[in-house]
């Protein structure tokens, strides 16, 4: 992963003197207190901060770490002195730019090597990462992948402002840190790389539930949601008709759009089941209920509006309109984990799920965009109107269903 260029100069270099046992105060430190920091940026912080205390040259740490997760190829924590620690993210196909081929990092990444550059001044030919750092005062750079046992080799570069540069002292120390930096910096990565995964496919609140240790098959919490569920009208007719690769495209545009709105308001999609979206809008506590049902409808109209226009583009290209229906119901639910003992999926289950379902259902047979429960109607602060009583497959008696005022 490429470095990002530091625009602003640097303060003044630090009167330097000579470091003598500061790795000693340093591992003692990344052993009891930097491993417990609330993040990396947090460690390289106190770690940086230490170093300065004991008169190490440093002006700039930088770390790049390849993770895993659907918008980011790579993720970078870089702490300057007096400007402290920030954090960027870079997308996928990062290796593929100028920003990366040929850089330190990429050179460092693939030798395994340590790289070194001293920059005053510096030498013809350079990368623009080493010109610009350069330009912003650094006199010395050190660039090191660093090796992990279950995660991508991170790279670590190191910059100082000192004239004359790094003293063979510092580049030997410097490089020894490294080694003890590692574990700390594998737990982390692993740590973000379990947050990510657990979020990305089970969603945020359910996610921090199983890492919290939400796991076990039966476990599972009684709570009153308010429930949605939609799904694309003729999806079955129109994935017949096109080709893998355009059914996909269709599945992702819906889905963003869906996930988007109900985001926006709260709500966290539970799951993708073929081209329906079922979701929660998890309610520990009564009062807040009323909110939760305003912003599922909400979510609803702006879904629907910006299908709307979606669909506009959609048909100018050629492609099928995406038209849908929302199902909204309330009403207590088991949230938690069902399935073999060593195959779970952590879902709601509950008779307001299968009504929520079935309203959805009952969206084509009305020609209907939005349909709710009556018990939803009772509590949501957004004006809906009745469309009558209907028969709900499953539900013995008819129910009055309400749609969109």
Same mark, same amino acid.
């Given at each position: 992963?490429?470095?990002?260029?530091?625009?602003?100069?640097?303060?003044?270099?630090?009167a330097?003197p000579?470091?003598?046992?500061? &790795?000693?105060?340093a591992?003692?430190?990344l052993?009891h207190?930097?491993?417990?920091?609330?993040?990396?940026?947090?460690? &390289?912080?106190?770690?940086c901060?230490?170093?300065q205390?004991?008169?190490?040259?440093?002006?700039?740490?930088?770390?790049?770490?390849? /993770?895993?997760h659907?918008?980011?190829?790579?993720?970078?924590?870089?702490?300057?002195?007096?400007?402290?620690?920030?954090?960027?993210?870079?997308?996928?196909?990062?290796?593929?730019?100028?920003?990366?081929?040929g850089s330190?990092?990429?050179e460092?990444? +693939?030798?395994m090597?340590l790289i070194?550059?001293?920059?005053?001044?510096?030498?013809p030919g350079?990368h623009?990462?080493? /010109?610009?750092?350069?330009?912003?005062?650094?006199?010395?750079y050190?660039?090191?992948?660093?090796?992990l046992?279950?995660a991508q080799?991170?790279?670590v570069?190191?910059?100082?402002?000192?004239?004359?540069g790094?003293?063979?002292?510092d580049?030997?120390?410097?490089?020894?840190l490294?080694?003890?930096l590692?574990?700390?910096?594998?737990?982390?990565?692993?740590? +973000?790389v379990?947050? /990510?995964?657990a979020?990305?496919?089970?969603?945020?609140?359910?996610?921090q539930?199983?890492l919290?240790?939400? &796991?076990?098959?039966?476990?599972?919490?009684e709570i009153?949601?308010?429930l949605?569920?939609s799904d694309i009208?003729?999806?079955?007719?129109?994935?017949?008709?096109?080709p893998?690769?355009?059914?996909?495209?269709m599945?992702?545009?819906?889905?963003e759009?869906v996930?988007t709105?109900?985001?926006?308001?709260g709500?966290?999609i539970?799951?993708? &089941?073929?081209?329906?979206v079922?979701?929660?809008?998890?309610?520990?506590d =009564?009062?807040?209920?009323?909110a =939760?049902?305003?912003?599922a409808?909400?979510?609803?109209?702006e879904?629907i509006?910006?299908?709307a226009?979606?669909n506009?583009?959609r048909?100018?290209?050629?492609e099928?309109?995406?038209?849908?229906?929302?199902?909204?119901?309330?009403?207590?639910? /088991?949230?938690?984990?069902?399935?073999?003992e060593?195959?779970?999926?952590?879902?709601?289950?509950?008779?307001?799920?299968?009504?929520c379902? +079935?309203?959805?259902?009952?969206?084509?047979?009305?020609?209907?965009?939005?349909?709710?429960?009556?018990?939803?109607? =009772?509590?949501?602060? +957004?004006?809906?109107?009745?469309?009558g009583?209907?028969?709900?497959?499953?539900?013995?008696?008819?129910?009055e269903?309400?749609?969109?005022?």
């Amino acid at each position: 992963m490429a470095e990002s260029a530091v625009t602003a100069r640097p303060p003044e270099p630090l009167a330097v003197p000579q470091a003598r046992g500061w &790795i000693v105060a340093a591992v003692q430190w990344l052993a009891h207190d930097g491993r417990l920091r609330d993040d990396l940026g947090a460690t &390289i912080t106190g770690l940086c901060e230490l170093m300065q205390e004991h008169g190490v040259p440093i002006w700039r740490f930088y770390i790049g770490l390849m /993770t895993i997760h659907p918008q980011l190829r790579a993720q970078a924590v870089s702490w300057v002195r007096g400007q402290g620690v920030s954090e960027e993210g870079r997308r996928h196909g990062i290796e593929s730019t100028p920003q990366y081929i040929g850089s330190p990092v990429a050179e460092a990444r +693939r030798t395994m090597k340590l790289i070194r550059h001293r920059l005053e001044p510096p030498e013809p030919g350079l990368h623009k990462t080493l /010109t610009d750092l350069a330009d912003a005062g650094a006199t010395d750079y050190l660039c090191q992948a660093v090796q992990l046992r279950h995660a991508q080799a991170p790279v670590v570069s190191i910059s100082t402002d000192k004239p004359g540069g790094f003293s063979e002292s510092d580049v030997e120390q410097l490089v020894a840190l490294l080694d003890y930096l590692a574990p700390i910096v594998e737990s982390q990565v692993n740590a +973000r790389v379990a947050t /990510t995964v657990a979020e990305t496919y089970l969603g945020k609140l359910t996610g921090q539930r199983v890492l919290d240790g939400g &796991i076990r098959r039966g476990d599972g919490q009684e709570i009153n949601a308010v429930l949605w569920f939609s799904d694309i009208r003729d999806y079955t007719r129109i994935s017949e008709k096109l080709p893998p690769e355009r059914v996909l495209a269709m599945l992702n545009e819906y889905y963003e759009i869906v996930g988007t709105a109900l985001k926006r308001q709260g709500g966290e999609i539970l799951k993708f &089941i073929g081209d329906g979206v079922m979701a929660i809008f998890p309610v520990v506590d =009564a009062m807040f209920l009323s909110a =939760a049902c305003g912003g599922a409808v909400d979510a609803a109209r702006e879904t629907i509006e910006c299908m709307a226009g979606r669909n506009i583009e959609r048909v100018a290209a050629g492609e099928p309109e995406i038209r849908f229906g929302v199902g909204l119901h309330v009403g207590p639910v /088991t949230w938690g984990n069902v399935g073999t003992e060593d195959r779970l999926d952590f879902t709601v289950i509950g008779a307001a799920v299968n009504r929520c379902a +079935r309203l959805e259902s009952l969206t084509k047979v009305l020609g209907a965009g939005v349909l709710t429960s009556a018990e939803f109607n =009772a509590v949501c602060p +957004r004006p809906l109107k009745s469309v009558g009583k209907h028969r709900l497959r499953g539900v013995p008696q008819a129910v009055e269903v309400f749609t969109l005022a």
